[in-house]
């Protein structure tokens, strides 16, 4: 059985344009109205000849519960059935109170986790990146879901550690 990987965070971070980019294809949904993607999704992946599974989240849209709440019981369900964790931060926005939740939940997890520092989209934009050191999950990785920069080495990295 091939190794699973989640990919959680806040609506509208990049998580499908990231795992379009992890597949080499388009196919999962992207939008730009948050929390389009309706459930967790399961996509067969591989890299560099392995093997691995990866579980899109999102559906979070609760008329009841406050979105918070919602990404965070999102997350939490993604993570206990992952062996992996890539952690989804729009390094343009910072961290949030909602990222903020969800970091404490992978930390009571004692999964493996990459924080992926998104929409790195230029050299000048690393700096963003950087801060995310602070939500002391160590390294950041800047990426550029939409552009495909830095998306080698964050492979290379989750292979690491799935
Ligand atoms: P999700 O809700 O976390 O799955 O986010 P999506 O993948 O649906 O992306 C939300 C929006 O962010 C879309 O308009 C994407 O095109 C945009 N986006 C995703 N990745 C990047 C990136 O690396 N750079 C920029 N500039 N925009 C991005
Ligand atoms: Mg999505």
Redesign the pocket.
């Known amino acids: 059985v091939p190794p699973v990987l989640a990919v959680v965070?806040?609506?509208?971070?990049?998580?499908?344009?990231?795992i379009n980019r992890i597949l080499g294809k388009r196919v999962?949904?992207?939008?730009?109205t948050?929390?389009?993607?309706r459930d967790r999704v399961r996509y067969d992946a591989i890299w560099n000849g392995r093997p691995f599974i990866v579980v899109?989240t999102?559906g979070w849209e609760s008329k009841v519960k406050g979105l918070d709440l919602s990404v965070a019981q999102q997350a939490e369900l993604a993570i206990n059935e992952a062996d992996a964790v890539a952690f989804?931060v729009d390094a343009?926005v910072g961290a949030t109170s909602t990222d903020e939740e969800v970091v404490k939940l992978l930390r009571g997890s004692g999964k493996p986790v990459v924080l992926v520092a998104?929409?790195?989209?230029s050299d000048m934009q690393e700096a963003d990146a950087a801060y995310l050191w602070s939500l002391g999950l160590g390294e950041p990785y800047p990426?550029?879901?939409?552009?495909g920069r830095g998306s080698g080495d964050l492979l290379d990295k989750i292979m690491k550690i799935l």
Request: glycine content about 12%; proline content about 6%; overall charge neutral.
């Open positions: 965070g806040r609506p509208n971070v990049g998580k499908s344009t990231l999962a949904v992207v939008q730009d948050p929390g389009v993607t899109d999102g989804v343009t998104n929409k790195v989209d990426v550029s879901a939409l552009h």
